[in-house]
């Protein structure tokens, strides 16, 4: 009994305790600075609150081992943010799934603000359903064309962000050919008033003064 109980009450077993709290505290705590402070850090940063320029450009290959991939445009979140007042989170979504054994995609498009679609080859754009889907041989030299605002008039928007999205194939560092997608900001009309900043980081649409114009008034 006696050997036991100072086994339990052992100087160095309290020792080797300790030492296991604190390296599962400082694990802990790496694990909640990499996961979610750095990223939060990230996207609050000063110089990472500015919108998009037209012609940015963000590609994306689909992993083999998970077979799908999540592209979002968003408000202040997502892989595209447009720190727009009129755009917001989710505005709209892009699910693109591979398949098993080939490089054929299915591409679902969710939205959850208004969007027009202009659908590869066609001239004109279009009210986007709730949920529409394409297939990646579509938009192979291609390009399906978005526009998102926060309204629709008409069936025309005066003021939104304009995504394209078109594919190509390349060779990677295996030697095998992989499809990637291309997601770009074709257009922002009639652009993005920098000095309309407000209090939660957003901004509004439209142009620029020049002084001399500021001067002329």
């Given at each position: 009994?006696?050997?036991?109980?100072?086994?339990?009450?052992?100087?160095?077993?309290?020792?080797?305790?300790?030492?296991?709290?604190?390296?599962?505290?400082?694990?802990?705590?790496?694990?909640?600075?990499?996961?979610?402070?750095?990223?939060?850090?990230?996207?609050?940063?000063?110089?990472?609150?500015?919108?998009?320029?037209?012609?940015?450009?963000f590609e994306?290959?689909?992993?083999?081992?998970?077979?799908?991939?999540?592209?979002?445009?968003?408000?202040?979140?997502?892989?595209?943010?447009?720190?727009?007042?009129?755009?917001?989170?989710?505005?709209?979504?892009?699910?693109?799934?591979?398949?098993?054994?080939?490089?054929?995609?299915?591409?679902?498009?969710?939205?959850?603000?208004?969007?027009?679609?202009?659908?590869?080859?066609?001239?004109?754009?279009?009210?986007?359903?709730?949920?529409?889907?394409?297939?990646?041989?579509?938009?192979?030299?291609?390009?399906?064309?978005?526009?998102i605002s926060?309204?629709?008039?008409?069936?025309?928007?005066?003021?939104?962000?304009?995504?394209?999205?078109?594919?190509?194939?390349?060779?990677?560092?295996?030697?095998?050919?992989?499809?990637?997608?291309?997601?770009?900001?074709?257009?922002?009309?009639?652009?993005?008033?920098?000095?309309?900043?407000?209090?939660?980081?957003?901004y509004s649409?439209?142009?620029?003064?020049?002084?001399?114009?500021?001067?002329?008034?």
């Open positions: 009994m006696y050997y036991i109980l100072a086994l339990i009450f052992s100087p160095k077993l309290d020792l080797a305790l300790g030492l296991l709290s604190a390296i599962a505290f400082l694990g802990m705590g790496f694990f909640v600075y990499w996961e979610i402070l750095r990223p939060y850090a990230a996207k609050t940063r000063p110089g990472q609150l500015l919108p998009p320029d037209e012609g940015d450009t994306v290959v689909v992993p083999e081992s998970t077979r799908i991939y999540r592209f979002s445009v968003g408000q202040k979140f997502g892989n595209i943010s447009t720190f727009s007042k009129a755009i917001q989170d989710d505005h709209i979504v892009f699910v693109i799934k591979k398949g098993k054994d080939s490089e054929d995609y299915d591409i679902l498009i969710n939205r959850s603000g208004p969007v027009l679609m202009k659908p590869p080859r066609m001239q004109y754009f279009a009210k986007m359903e709730s949920n529409e889907k394409l297939e990646s041989h579509e938009i192979i030299g291609q390009t399906a064309s978005f526009r926060d309204k629709i008039t008409k069936d025309r928007m005066t003021q939104y962000f304009e995504i394209g999205l078109t594919s190509n194939f390349f060779m990677n560092k295996m030697g095998k050919e992989r499809m990637r997608f291309v997601f770009s900001v074709q257009k922002i009309h009639p652009g993005i008033a920098l000095s309309s900043k407000d209090k939660k980081g957003l649409f439209g142009k620029e003064r020049s002084s001399y114009e500021e001067e002329a008034e």
